[in-house]
């Protein structure tokens, strides 16, 4: 729990929860309007002037107050009660203290403060510049380490020039420690100007000289830091906003920088970003090569020939896409960028400055259990050599949430000489090649990663090939049931590629709540039940006489079911199925977890089904499947022997 | 450089009182020896003024110091730009984990009484340990404390608004040496270039910085012998650890630089 909130903090519009304001009535007469007040004290015995406090979402709201005891100056004493771990009113203590009128910092270098704890701790986060709004000129230390003791804190201003009217006087977050909450308290909040505070310079994009290579249009954040030594000799580095910097391109055609520090790549050349805080040159800069234009593929990709029926798809224009949430979740960490453009006529996803993106599909999430095969292709102008591009597959399970114990996922890699330069390439693989992905019932995300900065996708839809193949997990066994050995003579078969079956009134009965599909596993007929909660096999009009027989066999094969039941249903002597109260006598065996993705051979005897007293009318024969109406079984050799 | 006069004084002390006047007698002085450290940058400070003091000396030349002093140009140079500049490094060196260095009037110049200044910007950081200061030009035929030492300039790294002035002597050396301290209310002596100075008479030592007279040292204030009748030889130097301020942290920034605008001596 230690600097984790810093970008929830930042820029999080939050609800004003606490607000506090001290009356101080001040003659308006007089005033230069366009000035902002010069009031250097932020909490002395109390709120100075204007001054409000607001708690982070999230935190726990009633861990700051002010107290009147235990001041280190004064009567009065701000003090933070850090929450333990998993706290049910909040996971850590952070609030920010603000001036919505803003001041005039400029005559000010630092802001300093007095600190204690109940033990020895390091504060994650404490600063100023945080406004709840624009945030423009956040300024801040973390891990800052205090004792029970009471002791001067410094936050130097990295430019004080630029806080003309500041509204961000203070802020903090801090979690507990080991999971433990504590309590610290802070005192004799004020800005100063102080001479032995020795600004030392700053730093930009971590103080290192970096170089990059991009096309234009690509774009990078600048990082900022300020240096500064304490009055004790001491430097200490003051995490900054970039905007206290001035930034300077040496060719601003070919990379420009705003006033933020973000830097947009233009024309090809190159170009070298550096700044200077308070006009002293500051370390580190970004050595911008810009390739210019980007390369863009000349012909489209190739054009999906899979019949649409077999298709579901994510992104072509050659079938009807799934609704998807987006194509770059931007997440955090994230540099990737993406547009849309088009190549003949082709619609195509143009990423760039990729590092890992996030396509993802959750409203609703996509079922590809009948699908076999995954297909996209891809075209990168990036040398391939040595290079790798991974392709992240993530069901989220039934509960339809990513967590929750139910999600299953997995990665490809492919490199050289798979993956070629300036050339459209087919990946076209079977689920197979996935077999982490246990659940396909409830794909939300394709996430693509690795080290290929620039890639055009296309195409990228799920297909059945009519082969099976979906794999273990997927929608189909690659290998058909075991084939029985036993006679003929010993056997009554309801289906089985070995044997004659006997008839068959129907596989699904009306009143089944599951689809039945007839497939050919390695050129063994199978049966498919899909959507399954439960379905009726009936053989009223040839009802089975299975008095001389002593077992009940079917093979099973499951990409998901939890539970798999068979219920046999005997009609009794009148030969009509009448339901309770009659002559039926019935019985229904469950499997609880079924192996997944294999042939199960169920042979049971006849003597467990208990409730089946008579056995001479066999009717029906239920199979049940969890989870209920989304569970899927293959079924193949289903008979009575001996 | 022809004499200067020390007029009417207004400079903030130490005690608070930043509008404190000072009324000096009026003195004529005139130049006898000085460097301003003109020449071309990496160049060595000249060698007709200035002599160097190597290695460790015993026992980190007495103080338990833990810098190697060297006279290569990564240590003492000058920028090219009018001044010197003696710089501390992290680096092991002859087995010590700092290097530095000192550099001497010994046996190039000396002198009893007059006016010795330097206009310097101090390093700073924990464990550092600069100091513009003489000895006793006799200090090979009676030893010290005997020869007496004038630090016209020393401070601790680890307050850097703090400069002290002292005498040691037979009697009152190390840490019973006659000692007193100029505190800048709100600023450093790092950040900004001060003239540290002594004026040194048969019968007193004034202490100056900025010209403003904040110690004065008669022999009455001694605990020993008086010593400075003798001629004494000048010292620039920025030691690194030892018992006078400690030893450097992790923390301590290096490399850290002394940069000398010039050193004058009147008589």
Redesign the interface.
């Known amino acids: 729990m230690k600097t984790n909130y810093i970008n929830n903090l930042i820029g999080t519009a939050i609800a004003a929860l606490m607000v506090f304001s001290v009356g101080c009535e001040r003659p308006i007469d007089g005033l230069e309007p366009a000035q902002f007040p010069v009031e250097p004290n932020v909490f002395i015995d109390g709120f100075s002037a204007g001054l409000e406090y607001a708690a982070f979402g999230g935190s726990d709201v009633s861990a700051f107050e002010v107290v009147d005891e235990g001041a280190y100056k004064g009567t009065s004493v701000m003090r933070f009660a850090v929450p333990d771990f998993d706290n049910a009113s909040g996971a850590y203590a952070g609030g920010a203290f603000f001036v919505p009128g803003g001041r005039d910092l400029s005559g000010f270098n630092v802001l300093t403060f007095w600190a204690k704890a109940s033990k020895s701790a390091n504060i994650d986060i404490l600063g100023f510049g945080n406004d709840l709004g624009e945030n423009r000129f956040v300024t801040t230390i973390t891990n800052t380490p205090v004792t029970t003791n009471w002791q001067k804190y410094y936050i130097p201003i990295p430019d004080p020039s630029k806080l003309t009217q500041e509204k961000g006087m203070f802020y903090y977050s801090e979690g507990p420690e080991d999971g433990r909450g504590y309590t610290f308290w802070i005192d004799e909040v004020k800005f100063e ?4 505070i ?1 600004p ?1 310079g700053g730093g930009i994009f971590n103080g290192v000289d970096s170089t990059v290579t991009a096309e234009s249009g690509a774009e990078f954040a600048a990082n900022a830091y300020g240096l500064f ?1 304490l ?5 200490m580095r003051v995490e900054a906003s970039a905007a206290f910097f001035e930034f300077f391109s040496s060719n601003p055609s070919v990379a420009s920088v705003d006033a933020n520090g973000l830097v947009t790549v233009g024309d090809e050349g190159e170009a070298t970003i550096t700044a200077t805080l308070a006009g002293r040159a500051a370390t580190g800069s970004l050595a911008v090569t810009s390739t210019g234009a980007p390369v863009v593929p000349r012909v489209a990709a190739p054009t999906p020939t899979e019949d649409p029926a077999d298709v579901i798809s994510i992104y072509s224009n050659a079938y009807t896409n799934e609704p998807i949430d987006f194509l770059n979740g931007y997440w955090e960490f994230s540099t990737t960028l993406s547009e849309e453009i088009q190549i003949a006529g082709d619609d195509v996803v143009r990423y760039s400055q990729l590092n890992f993106v996030g396509i993802q599909f959750t409203a609703p999430t996509i079922d590809i259990s009948d699908m076999t095969r995954f297909h996209m292709d891809i075209w990168t102008p990036d040398q391939t050599a040595g290079a790798s591009f991974k392709i992240l597959l993530v069901d989220i399970g039934p509960d339809g949430t990513f967590g929750g114990n139910d999600d299953s996922s997995h990665e490809i890699t492919l490199s050289s000489p798979t993956l070629q330069s300036e050339t459209w390439l087919s990946i076209d693989l079977p689920l197979t090649s996935f077999p982490g992905l246990t659940g396909r019932g409830n794909l939300a995300q394709i996430v693509l990663s690795g080290d290929l900065p620039n890639v055009y996708v296309d195409n990228i839809y799920f297909y059945d090939d009519g082969q099976g193949g979906g794999g273990p997990a997927g929608g189909a066994p690659e290998a058909a049931a075991p084939t029985p050995t036993l006679p003929a003579a010993d056997v009554i078969s309801l289906f089985s590629d070995a044997y004659t079956d006997v008839p068959v009134d129907v596989f699904i009965t009306g009143w089944s709540e599951a689809s039945l599909a007839d497939t050919t596993i390695a050129g063994n007929a199978a049966k498919i039940y899909s959507d399954l909660n439960f379905v009726g096999i009936e053989t009223i009009a040839n009802q089975i006489d299975a008095t001389g027989m002593s077992h009940f066999h079917i093979d099973m094969w499951t990409p998901n079911a939890t539970s798999f039941g068979i219920k046999l249903v005997d009609a009794g002597a009148n030969g009509v199925i009448e339901g309770a109260g009659s002559d039926d006598v019935e019985h229904q065996i469950d499997f609880i977890a079924p192996n997944q993705g294999e042939w199960i051979s169920y042979d049971i005897p006849l003597s467990d089904f208990t409730g089946l007293t008579t056995r001479a009318n066999l009717a029906q024969y239920i199979l049940v499947g969890q989870p209920s109406g989304t569970s899927k079984i293959y079924i193949d050799n289903m008979y009575f022997h001996k | 450089m022809g004499p200067i006069a020390l007029a009417l004084l207004a400079l903030g002390l130490n005690s608070c009182q930043p509008e404190e006047t000072q009324q000096l007698p009026e003195r004529n002085w005139s130049l006898t020896w000085s460097d301003d450290f003109d020449g071309a940058a990496g160049a060595a400070p000249d060698p007709t003024k200035w002599t160097y003091d190597q290695g460790t000396g015993e026992n980190g030349w007495g103080n338990q110091e833990l810098q190697y002093y060297t006279d290569r140009p990564e240590n003492v140079a000058l920028d090219g730009e009018g001044n010197l500049v003696i710089t501390a490094l992290r680096e092991t060196f002859g087995g010590m984990p700092f290097t530095s260095a000192r550099i001497t009037t010994k046996g190039l110049f000396a002198q009893r009484y007059g006016r010795f200044e330097a206009r310097l910007k101090t390093p ?3 464990g ?1 340990w600069p100091a513009f200061w003489m000895l006793g030009d006799n200090i090979d035929d009676v030893s010290w404390p005997q020869c007496g030492e004038i630090d016209i300039m020393e401070m601790r ?5 703090i400069t002290l002035g002292s005498l040691h002597g037979p009697g009152y050396s190390g840490g019973s040496s006659i000692t007193g301290s100029y505190a ?5 002596f ?2 900004e270039y001060h003239l540290y100075a002594v004026e040194w008479f048969e019968d007193r030592i004034d202490f100056f910085i900025d010209d403003f007279l904040y110690q004065r040292i008669t022999p009455e204030d001694v605990t020993g012998e008086w010593v400075y009748d003798e001629p004494f030889f000048l010292l620039l130097n920025v030691a690194v650890g030892g018992t006078f301020v400690g030893f450097p ?1 992790s ?3 290096f490399p850290q630089q002394m940069i000398v605008d010039y050193v004058r001596v009147y008589q």
């Open positions: 100007n102080l001479g032995t020795a030392r030594n009055p004790n000799g001491v430097d | 700073f950081g924990p550092l790294g680890q307050q850097p608004n800048l209310e709100n600023g450093r790092d950040t942290t923390q301590t920034p």
